[in-house]
């Protein structure tokens, strides 16, 4: 019963030191924010509801009233970043590695999208905008 107790022992103390260095190493994985504004490529006027996402990660972020954009705990390393909204063309950025990155953007209107529900009213170009190119 002793050697009993000492294994389950030994195996409970293997996994308290397993679970303290994961989190250890979590928390000191290097990181930074990648931030920035979207705008409309033809009229660059700032753009509401772009998804900013790191690919392959499940770090992503949703563009403000005011086209901003702000990414965490983005990895140092070099990145791609996809832009995507149902109005406009989905754009891919690299990233270089290092520290934080400031990232501005111009989205090509999706002229497929003129139909799509959202992408002809309140909120995306009108036909005057697109008229103009």
Request: glycine letters at 10%; hydrophobic letters at 40%; a positive charge.
């Amino acid at each position: 019963m002793n050697a009993r107790m000492a294994v389950i022992a030994v195996v409970c103390v293997a996994l308290a030191l397993s679970v303290h260095t994961r989190r250890a190493e979590s928390r000191t994985a290097p990181e930074r924010s990648v931030y920035g504004r979207v705008t409309d490529a033809g009229t660059s006027t700032s753009l509401a509801g772009v998804q900013a996402a790191v690919r392959g990660t499940r770090l992503a972020s949703v563009t403000r009233t005011n086209g901003t954009f702000t990414v965490r705990a983005v990895p140092v390393d070099s990145v791609q970043l996809l832009f995507q909204h149902p109005c406009y063309l989905p754009v891919y950025v690299m990233v270089p590695p290092g520290g934080d990155v400031n990232v501005t953007i111009g989205l090509p209107y999706d002229e497929t999208s003129r139909n799509r529900a959202g992408c002809g009213g309140l909120g995306a170009r009108s036909r005057a905008d697109t008229a103009q190119r």
